[in-house]
């Protein structure tokens, strides 16, 4: 789980919105896009995007 000081900071680098974590992965805040967090640490790479 994601500590929401870290969620206020953490935004998408593609699309620059908020991200709410939802069943292990961070999703947008329009719900287009999600990154997976793997071992606890978000993985918030553009290659790493899946598109909703």
Sequence with gaps: MISKDLL????C?????SL??????L???D???AYP???GIPVL?????INL
Excluded at 13 to 17: D, G, I, L, S
Excluded at 20 to 25: I, P
Excluded at 45 to 49: C, K, N, S, V
């Design 8 to 11: 206020e900071i953490l935004c």
């Design 13 to 17: 680098p593609v699309t620059k919105q």
């Design 20 to 25: 709410q974590e939802e069943n292990g992965t």
């Design 27 to 29: 999703i947008t805040a």
């Design 31 to 33: 719900k287009k896009i």
């Design 37 to 39: 967090i793997r071992q």
């Design 45 to 49: 790479l553009a290659e790493e995007a």
